[in-house]
């Protein structure tokens, strides 16, 4: 068994990947995760997932809703389950419902079209597509298999809204509508993994993906071949956002522990390079309520807020979680509110600037 930073498939000559590996082999599964609970966790605005946190979205459309994709033992081998969770107004997290998949989920999106519609990229190749408004038993409504290996990542169009892009370990993008039950093209030119895919915040045709062939691509849906590729790191990409504020810009995170932003129309070097975690990092996010401020999270199971512009550039850090941090996310329609879930099982919502554990 062999556990890398991109999770699971990696690279002999990858020394983050190989500590990982050593340290799991090492240690059985039930010792790696350790929930230090405390009396009070019922109280706390935190949720327990029956499996590992892969990755959280905030709704487009509901300010107090959540969806959270999780895969049973680390992701190795299992099963795994979507969650939607509502915000209480006092401070809690519940369930409103939960759908199961015989593989590990790795990612979700939410429809940018309709309110209760999502997707989940799941371990055995395939993108299911779920509507909340349906029972579980009508679920998925639809579950599209072309990836001849899992699928790590997915992201719907937020300017055509009617499309999705998924991001797989066979080493392609494809992109998806809701009205056709096969792709409408595939993209390779990535020579491993695909780990992450980001559309333009601003045009509906153009999009980002990071890969562990330490490269980083600007695509145009009407062109097979990539527009742009940025050498962006010695090491594995294993995340990448756009600005939400200047299209030119373009972040990437990776297994070297660091977070670079990129100028597109000059990518010959960053513009910024964020050092501070301790360990690959795993996924980033632009604001969406200012230009200059990225959410990350880290396998040294921290959450970290920064300001790329700044000289000082790390404004805070969250240490909240137990295991690898995974999953992180900003709320569009509320400004400053945060998620974050991880390989604790634990999902956190809480406002930047305030302690993830506490009551607000």
């Not at 498939?9 to 983050?16: A, F, S, W």
């Not at 038993?137 to 892009?165: G, Q, T, Y």
């Not at 850090?317 to 509110?337: I, K, N, Q, W």
Request: charged content about 20%; hydrophobic content about 40%.
């Amino acid at each position: 068994m062999k556990i890398n930073v991109g999770d699971l498939r990696g690279k002999e000559n990858c020394t983050t990947a190989d500590q990982f590996a050593s340290h799991i082999r090492s240690t059985s599964l039930q010792s790696i995760y350790q929930l230090q609970k405390s009396p009070e966790a019922t109280e706390m605005p935190v949720f327990k997932t029956p499996f590992n946190g892969y990755a959280v979205r905030f709704s487009p459309f509901y300010e107090n809703r959540v969806l959270v994709a999780t895969a049973q033992n680390f992701g190795i081998l299992g099963n795994g389950r979507l969650h939607i969770l509502d915000l209480n107004p006092s401070g809690g997290i519940s369930e409103l419902r939960s759908f199961d998949t015989a593989d590990g989920v790795y990612d979700c999106a939410w429809s940018e079209s309709h309110d209760s519609l999502a997707v989940a990229a799941v371990a055995d190749g395939s993108l299911k597509l779920w509507d909340a408004a349906l029972p579980p038993s009508a679920n998925p409504i639809r579950s599209l298999k072309e990836h001849a290996r899992e699928v790590h990542a997915v992201d719907w169009n937020p300017v055509r809204r009617d499309s999705f892009l998924s991001a797989s370990w066979d080493d392609s993008l494809k992109l998806w509508t809701l009205d056709r039950p096969a792709s409408l093209r595939t993209f390779r030119e990535h020579t491993y993994c695909v780990y992450s895919a980001a559309w333009s915040p601003r045009h509906a045709d153009v999009f980002a993906s990071a890969s562990g062939d330490c490269t980083a691509r600007v695509w145009d849906v009407r062109d097979p071949s990539s527009s742009l590729v940025i050498p962006a790191h010695d090491h594995e990409i294993l995340s990448c956002d756009w600005n939400k504020y200047d299209d030119c810009f373009l972040a990437t995170a990776s297994v070297d522990k660091t977070v670079r932003v990129w100028d597109v129309r000059a990518s010959r070097a960053p513009v910024a390079t964020l050092a501070g975690h301790g360990y690959a990092v795993r996924r980033i996010k632009f604001s969406p309520h200012h230009e200059n401020l990225l959410l990350s999270c880290s396998y040294d199971m921290t959450v970290c807020v920064w300001d790329y512009r700044a000289e000082d550039a790390l404004l805070a850090r969250y240490d909240h979680h137990t295991e690898f941090a995974v999953g992180v996310d900003m709320s569009v329609l509320v400004e400053g509110l945060l998620a974050s879930t991880g390989w604790d099982e634990l999902v956190y919502v809480w406002q930047h600037g305030t302690d993830p554990r506490a009551m607000p």
